[in-house]
């Protein structure tokens, strides 16, 4: 794959309690339930501990089997519409517009990825869907009636961090292992480590943090305002760059670290760009 003209820098986002303000199925899915969240998760955890089963593929299964217990569609449909009703921190519908703009403003292209332990159906009836290069979270299949029927993606804490690849390489289809595995030498992959953002709030973003991190790109953990232990343990532990409150709204602190970060990465991807230009022209 060439390289791109222009630098991209991408930014990619866990989603719940890092854009939405908690997880996207207490907005709407879990309350046509007439259960509580706490209920919900309590029985998908001791599921997991039982079963000694995945956490992603034990809600997964919960969503249907008590959807089914309660009469609930399980439909695309059904799920896509839950997407409206998601809540998100201060300055997150407009923020994806006014970074593009700073990244214009600085020579360089911003792409916007989500690699969450969500539910991408629900996602994509999200007001800020449209804003994302690709949506890599947890995805049912349908059957012929459009109805939920086995999982057809989980993205947990641990292979999260196989869909940085996709980016850095430039290979974003799930099916396509064989050119995601295949060697490609650093200078030509499309999205260099060093010029990804990652954007999370808690545990399960740890080995997607440490990757970027460790590979000279930038992690930041984000958290409501009234728990900031998780992001203060992962900054002491030396996981993440920073650590702010998750606003998004213009000349909030994490608007100005991550305008700070495309600063610094476009002018590192300009002088790399400059040292290959004069590297080739001595070959030649």
Not at 49 to 56: A, K, L, R, Y
Not at 75 to 88: C, E, M, N, P, S
Not at 104 to 124: D, L, P, R
Request: hydrophobic share 35%.
């Amino acid at each position: 794959m060439p390289k791109p003209k222009k630098p991209i820098i991408a930014i990619m986002y866990d989603f719940d309690k890092t854009l939405s303000t908690k997880d996207m199925q207490e907005f709407g899915f879990i309350p046509s339930l007439n259960i509580s969240p706490a209920e919900f998760w309590g029985e998908t955890g001791a599921l997991g501990q039982s079963e000694n089963m995945d956490p992603v593929l034990a809600y997964m299964y919960q969503m249907l089997k008590k959807a089914s217990e309660k009469g609930v569609p399980v439909t695309r449909d059904t799920f896509v519409a839950l997407g409206k009703d998601i809540q998100y921190f201060p300055g997150v519908e407009d923020w994806f517009e006014r970074i593009n703009e700073y990244g214009k403003q600085n020579g360089v292209a911003i792409e916007h990825y989500v690699i969450s332990s969500g539910t991408k159906e629900i996602i994509e009836g999200s007001s800020i869907k449209k804003h994302f290069k690709k949506i890599y979270a947890c995805e049912f299949l349908y059957n012929e009636n459009n109805v939920a029927i086995w999982p057809k993606l989980t993205v947990n804490y641990t292979n999260k961090t196989q869909f940085l690849f996709r980016i850095n390489k430039g290979v974003l289809d799930v099916w396509d292992d064989e050119r995601l595995n295949a060697f490609v030498p650093e200078e030509d992959r499309r999205v260099p480590f060093r010029n990804m953002i990652y954007i999370g709030d808690g545990l399960t973003d740890v080995p997607c943090m440490k990757l970027v991190k460790s590979n000279n790109g930038q992690s930041i953990a984000v958290f409501n305002k009234r728990k900031k232990e998780v992001a203060a343990q992962l900054m002491s532990e030396d996981r993440v760059d920073f650590i702010t409150e998750a606003n998004y709204t213009k000349d909030s602190e994490l608007d100005q670290i991550v305008k700070t970060i495309i600063e610094k990465m476009a002018v590192v991807e300009n002088l790399s760009r400059l040292h290959d230009k004069h590297k080739k022209s001595i070959k030649e």
